[in-house]
């Protein structure tokens, strides 16, 4: 006579197929389209800031590192579009540094004209470092911290160390470039190590995306994001589905390039036709 064994219930907490998986994680907001494209590494991980947002309902989101504002502002589109009461804010020194490289107050001025015309009611852009803002954060106020900054380990390091007094019991903290390893980058190194005590998961498409759940009490749909890092085939299909999405949002970015360019050269076009026929006009 056979016996059936029971799974264990480490098997029964994610389903062992990978549908399952995903059609318990999955959220109308990761389907959105961007309303904000600029230069960034950041493109591809757009859908997973829709979802995080409408997964984990931040009351306080503090983005370290914004530049031109592409991950920033799609963590706006998402809590107004989903109607949240968040508070949402950026800082930076808007002067770049050795991994971004450094740029002029034409940045800063785009940023802060797209957040006044569309965020205004509910974000704040904050010029200054890191360290020097920590003073207009309260302990335990913020609910979704996203480090972006120097990505050296000394530096990301003191990010971390620096900002964890202001979490939450509900944070979550999220790194990006997890998955570059040249140019001197460390952050795979300071997630590698907090993921020994937290629970996480990676994203390796677009340069890498980390996420930790910081605080104890973590939302549901966050909980099973973290259970799947746990079972290989749900993790396959939860990377893989995001970065299917993610492409997209990458690719309407150079949709977008080519059709300015396409502008461009007509408007080119039409001046040096303008000028031929003023030149002939002359002649005549």
Known sequence: MNETIPPSPASQAVPAESPDVLRSLMLRSMFWRPAYLATSAWLEHLPFAFWLVEAHRPRVFVELGAHYGTSYFAFCQAVERLCLDTHCYAIDTWVGDEHAGFYGEDVHAAVWAHNEAHYSGFSRLVRSTFDEALGHFSDSSIDLLHIDGLHTFEAVSHDFASWRGKLTDEAVVIFHDTNVRER?????????????????????????????????????????????????????????????????????????????????????????????????QDRS
Request: aromatic residues 12%; contains cysteine; negative net charge.
């Open 184 to 280: 001197g980058f460390g952050v795979f190194r300071l997630f590698e190590e907090l993921r020994a005590h937290y629970p996480a998961f990676e994203f390796v498409h677009g340069h890498g995306l980390g996420v930790i759940g910081f605080g104890a009490q973590q939302k549901d749909l966050l909980r099973q994001l973290f259970e799947a890092d746990t079972h290989p085939a749900a993790r396959q299909a939860v990377r893989e589905a995001f970065a299917r999405l993610g492409r997209g949002c990458a690719d309407a970015f150079a949709a977008q390039g080519r059709s300015e360019r396409e502008k461009d050269h007509e408007a080119e076009v039409a001046r040096l036709r303008a000028e031929l026929a003023a030149f002939a």
